[in-house]
C-alpha cells in the first residue's frame, strides 16, 4: 500500500509562483513513476505532468509547458510540482499520483497510476 499526501496549495495572485508537494510512503518510492493531475469544477480530471522514476524524464501538458516543473527527491520520498506564472485557469484540485512499476518511463493517462493522494486545492485570482 502506497500513501500519498499532497501539501503546499493555497490562494495566489495571477502572475504568483506555489511549489505542491506530495509525500509518499513506502520504501521503494524510487522505483514508481509518479504525475500530477488537477481537476477543476465541472471538468474532467486531466492531466499535468509526469515524470519517470530516476526524474530523468519528464512530461508536460501544452497548457502547462513552460510554467510548471515537476521534480522528485526520492531520498526524501518526495515529489515537487513547481508552479510559476499562476493563470486563473489554473485553478482546480491538484492531485499526485503513482505508479509501481514503471519500467523506466513516465505516464500521462490517469488509469496508468495505481494509487492518488487526496488532494490539494490551488486557487489563481485575477
Known amino acids: 500500500q502506497v500513501q500519498l499526501v499532497e501539501s503546499g496549495g493555497g490562494l495566489v495572485q495571477a502572475g504568483g509562483s506555489l511549489r505542491l508537494s506530495c509525500a509518499a510512503s513506502g520504501r521503494t518510492f524510487s522505483s514508481y513513476a509518479m504525475g500530477w493531475f488537477r481537476q477543476a469544477p465541472g471538468k474532467e480530471r486531466e492531466f499535468v505532468a509526469a515524470i519517470n522514476w530516476s526524474g530523468g524524464l519528464a512530461y508536460y501538458a501544452d497548457s502547462v509547458k513552460g510554467r510548471f516543473t515537476i521534480s522528485r527527491d526520492n531520498a526524501k520520498n518526495t515529489l515537487y510540482l513547481q508552479m510559476n506564472s499562476l493563470k486563473p485557469e489554473d485553478t482546480a484540485v491538484y492531485y499526485c499520483?503513482?505508479?509501481?512499476?514503471?519500467?523506466?518511463?513516465?505516464?500521462?493517462?490517469?488509469?496508468?497510476?495505481?494509487?492518488w493522494g487526496q488532494g490539494t486545492q490551488v486557487t489563481v485570482s485575477s
Open positions: 499520483a503513482a505508479r509501481l512499476g514503471s519500467r523506466g518511463s513516465y505516464y500521462y493517462s490517469g488509469g496508468d497510476y495505481d494509487y
